[in-house]
């Protein structure tokens, strides 16, 4: 009898990996132990070329024999996957595993914190249950602890290594960002929600379906004008410039990351603007120069006033005020070229480059006589001072 006369049944249990051979060869018992020894040889070979297609094919993971033959627990995937950006403020955050979870051990973290808790929706996914919307503007970095203190599968491995996931939250819109302003307070406008119903905290950054209204249709029409719902505008530029004030933030009049989070906060706890007062300047250039102080839709002060010369005019816009001073020098170049330095102007309110509202002695008032500044009586500057706190709007026409 020989070997090509003769047909081997190969089988294998798919328990323990073990290959099992059953042949014709009993007659020949050293042929039936090379046979065997020669197929498990391959079927180890075989396993080891799976086991490491399966590691590099998933990225991230690692398959490293547990002391009970299981693979370690790896991570398959997120959402969001890393390196996402624009993503939602009340995005949903979930972590994919190769295989189920235990319950009740160690939860992943973000980084800047946000609130709330990590719950099993399913054996091998955990989803992030927020308490409220990811910080709008923020990078956030999702760090999963692997290793022996890490997270721990149901089959007793643990993820290998630590993983981190690292997406940015989009900006927070500029129409969430006015709704917001507009219900503390810091804007000439009202917003009403359609709904009248509470907002849930993960949605608090999402722009509301609603409407805006003017408080006071009394308003000067010019200033009027520099409204526009859903657009970036000095008016919301002014606003945000007071929240910051209010918050001790820099007050940039940019509504980044720290300011999202801080009005968000506000919001949440209805911390409404603590000035309590709408107001805003206008300066008249037409003879006799003049100063209007607007509070909550009504003119409350009126004072002779100032401008720039022909050679160095105070330049008509309109700016929120930036910086304050009770007494400052102020000192610069002259149309001529010569440098000039006055120390103690009072009552400083700057709201565009080195033009101020401030006090300044004259001989007469109403006319052009300024480098650039709005001059004023000091006594008639000390009374306007307090309706200029950083954000004010400065309008020049």
């Not at 800047?112 to 099993?120: K, R």
């Not at 007071?242 to 801080?262: C, I, K, M, R, S």
Request: proline share 8%; net charge negative.
């Amino acid at each position: 009898m020989t070997v090509s006369r003769e047909r081997a049944l190969v089988r294998s249990n798919s328990m323990g990996g073990k290959t099992f051979i059953r042949t014709r060869f009993s007659n020949h018992p050293w042929l039936t132990a090379g046979i065997i020894v020669t197929i498990g040889a391959l079927a180890a070979a075989s396993s080891a070329l799976i086991e490491s297609r399966l590691t590099s094919s998933n990225a991230g993971a690692s398959y490293v024999s547990s002391p009970k033959g299981h693979p370690s627990l790896s991570l398959v995937s997120s959402v969001p996957s890393s390196g996402a950006t624009g993503v939602a403020p009340d995005a949903s955050l979930a972590l994919y595993f190769s295989s189920p979870v235990a319950a009740g051990g160690v939860q992943p973290s973000l980084n800047p914190p946000v609130a709330g808790t990590w719950i099993q929706t399913s054996p091998g996914t955990l989803a992030f249950e927020g308490v409220g919307s990811l910080p709008p503007g923020t990078t956030e970095r999702l760090s999963v602890p692997g290793g022996s203190s890490g997270i721990l599968g149901s089959n007793g491995t643990h993820l290998s290594e630590n993983v981190t996931v690292s997406f940015t939250v989009a900006p927070m819109s500029t129409l969430r960002l006015q709704q917001l302003l507009a219900q503390l307070g810091y804007l000439p406008v009202s917003f009403t929600a359609s709904d009248a119903a509470a907002i849930p905290p993960s949605e608090m950054a999402i722009p509301q379906v609603g409407t805006f209204a003017w408080r006071w249709n009394s308003l000067p029409s010019n200033f009027m004008a520099l409204w526009s719902p859903g657009l970036s505008n000095v008016v919301t530029k002014g606003a945000v410039m007071a929240f910051e004030n209010q918050h001790q933030l820099p007050t940039d009049g940019t509504a980044g990351p720290q300011v999202w989070g801080a009005l968000l906060q506000a919001a949440a706890a209805g911390q409404t603007d603590t000035y309590g007062h709408y107001d805003f300047v206008v300066v008249s250039t037409s003879i006799p120069e003049h100063v209007d102080v607007w509070r909550d839709g009504a003119v409350v002060y009126r004072s002779a006033a100032n401008s720039g010369i022909e050679a160095a005019p105070t330049e008509l816009g309109t700016w929120p005020v930036f910086a304050r001073y009770v007494s400052t020098t102020m000192s610069g170049t002259n149309p001529d070229g010569s440098h000039y330095s006055d120390p103690n102007i009072p009552w400083v309110s700057y709201f565009h480059g080195g033009d101020a509202l401030h006090g300044f002695i004259r001989s007469t008032y109403g006319t052009p006589q300024s480098l650039g500044c709005v001059e004023m009586p000091p006594a008639n500057a000390a009374v306007v001072y307090p309706y200029t706190p950083l954000g004010t709007l400065v309008t020049v026409l």
